[in-house]
């Protein structure tokens, strides 16, 4: 249509304006912008605008706009805008926004904006924003946002927000806070610091350093507490530690229930070892 030094060598395709655009690719289009490409191998494939976007051996995929983004060996992709985002042999994704951004090996996954996020080898996931967030031979899992959250090798887990959370394990999920861990299957962390879950269908609710090692078991919040068995509770206090079965510590300080159906309300240095005894 207009603009300079551009060229169109594709059969049935078209650069409306702009400047140092190219069009190799078959039925596919510019708009507008700058050294903008879309190469040969790449078919029905539209760019909007923007600076130095490149669509590569695609198919049926799109660039709006912004700069440095990369399209390439991807079937129905798209990218909205911001800079340096790529998507890589993958197919019905997009990234709508951000900068740095990376879908990868996937198929039906999104990343909405952020910066430095990345989706590798996964189907049907989605990062809200952030940075530096990362989910990775995964299906059905979301991470909302925060700072260097992962999820790895797993199915349908969340992490809501918050800095440098790990979910390794199927149906995880963590609300907030920083450096959290759910490895075992169905574990939920609500906020924290440093909390750790690594029984199945476990819960921490909140607090430093609280750990749950067995399946079935609660700590609701506190400090530096630890379950080891299954089907324990501890409601809060500080260094307290569940090792047997079916056992309570309702709170208190550096408590210890090492029994079965075993518990102790409150307290301090106190140690129930017997069964059925409080």
């Not at 609280?210 to 809060?236: L, Q, W």
């Amino acid at each position: 249509g207009a603009g300079t030094s551009n060229s169109v060598n594709g059969t049935c395709s078209s650069i409306v304006s702009g400047e140092n655009n190219d069009v190799s690719g078959n039925y596919s289009s510019i708009n507008s912008g700058k050294s903008n490409k879309i190469l040969s191998n790449s078919n029905y494939c539209f760019l909007g605008a923007g600076i130095s976007n490149n669509i590569i051996n695609s198919t049926e995929s799109v660039i709006c706009g912004g700069s440095q983004s990369t399209n390439s060996n991807s079937n129905q992709c798209f990218i909205g805008g911001g800079y340096n985002n790529k998507m890589l042999s993958s197919g019905n994704s997009d990234i709508l926004s951000g900068m740095s951004n990376t879908i990868s090996n996937a198929s039906l996954c999104s990343i909405r904006t952020g910066q430095n996020n990345k989706i590798l080898t996964a189907q049907y996931d989605s990062i809200g924003g952030g940075e530096h967030n990362r989910i990775s031979s995964s299906t059905y899992s979301i991470i909302g946002g925060g700072l260097s959250n992962s999820i790895t090798n797993n199915n349908k887990s969340v992490i809501v927000g918050g800095e440098h959370h790990l979910i390794s394990s199927n149906h995880g999920f963590i609300g907030s806070g920083q450096s959290c861990t759910v490895a075992a299957a169905y574990g939920v962390i609500i906020n924290g610091k440093e909390n750790e879950i690594n029984g199945s269908y476990s819960f921490i609710g909140d607090g430093c350093g609280n750990t749950v090692n067995g399946n079935f078991s609660s700590i609701v919040t506190g400090i530096n507490n630890t379950i080891n068995s299954e089907n324990c509770f501890i409601g809060a206090g500080k260094n307290n530690t569940n090792s047997g079965e079916d056992n309570f510590i309702g709170a208190g300080t550096s408590n210890s229930v090492n029994g079965t159906c075993s518990s102790i309300v409150s307290g301090e240095n106190n140690d129930v070892s017997g069964n059925y005894s409080t």
